[in-house]
């Protein structure tokens, strides 16, 4: 089964500066992996899914096979940022449920 | 299209009472997914419903079952709760298909167990 996990269970930066969410998994074949994000009083989200290799809100995700990790980046964080987010990958071969990890806290300070 | 709906959003049960949970899933999507999400911590699957078939279940004991309606809507029940059950349940409904299907969460509902 995939499994991530995630670091860092905060993270605080400045308006402007660059942010990095670390996710790290742990799967032998080709994962499928997501970042899911909560912002405050919303439901949790879809951000992106490394399949698609899209760039939403300016983040991106970039799976690196060799370091086995889906780090989440952007190049200058805003204050509309700050919220939770979560790594996700399917619970096992050819499911569609998802097993998260614990979630960073992530705060742009203006 | 409506969203995935939860019912209710907060609710507190005396340890060994059972619980009953809602979800109507958004429109179009015949795959609902239960989810735990203790405090601190990410959603835990508890298990996924498909055409009104349990279709996956997680590291839950039996005392969690569920239901899915022809509708499409599930149910989370819950029998002898204990304080540990004490967390929020996150329902999301999804088009079946391949592993990179599009989860849509609802607001979920807080449950307390005293």
């Known amino acids: 089964a995939q499994r991530v996990t995630q670091p860092e269970k905060l993270l605080s930066v400045f308006k402007g500066a660059p942010v990095e969410l670390k996710c790290n998994y742990s799967y032998s074949g080709s994962p499928e992996l997501f970042w899911y994000v909560q912002y405050s009083r919303q439901r949790l989200q879809l951000l992106l899914r490394h399949i698609s290799r899209e760039s939403i809100k300016g983040f991106t995700a970039d799976l690196n096979k060799g370091e086995t990790s889906f780090h989440l980046k952007k190049p200058f964080a805003q204050e509309e940022d700050s919220a939770m987010y979560y790594c996700?990958?399917?619970?096992?071969?050819?499911?569609?449920?998802?097993?998260f990890g614990t979630g960073t806290r992530l705060t742009v300070i203006p | 299209e409506t969203g995935v709906t939860q019912s209710p959003t907060h609710l507190i049960k005396t340890r060994g009472q059972q619980v009953t949970l809602r979800c109507s899933s958004q429109?179009?999507?015949?795959?609902v997914s239960w989810y735990q999400q203790a405090l601190g911590q990410g959603p835990q699957f508890i298990f996924q419903?498909?055409?009104?078939?349990?279709?996956g279940r997680g590291n839950f004991p039996p005392r969690f079952s569920g239901l899915q309606f022809p509708n499409y809507s599930s149910e989370l029940n819950v029998n002898a709760l204990e304080l540990d059950d004490s967390a929020l349940y996150l329902c999301?409904?999804?088009?079946?298909?391949?592993?990179?299907?599009?989860?849509?969460f609802g607001q979920g509902t807080r449950l307390t167990v005293v």
């Open positions: 429109s179009g999507h015949n795959t």
């Open positions: 419903y498909y055409r009104e078939e349990e279709n």
């Open positions: 999301a409904s999804s088009l079946p298909g391949p592993i990179n299907t599009e989860a849509f």
């Open positions: 996700a990958s399917p619970e096992g071969t050819g499911a569609n449920n998802l097993f």
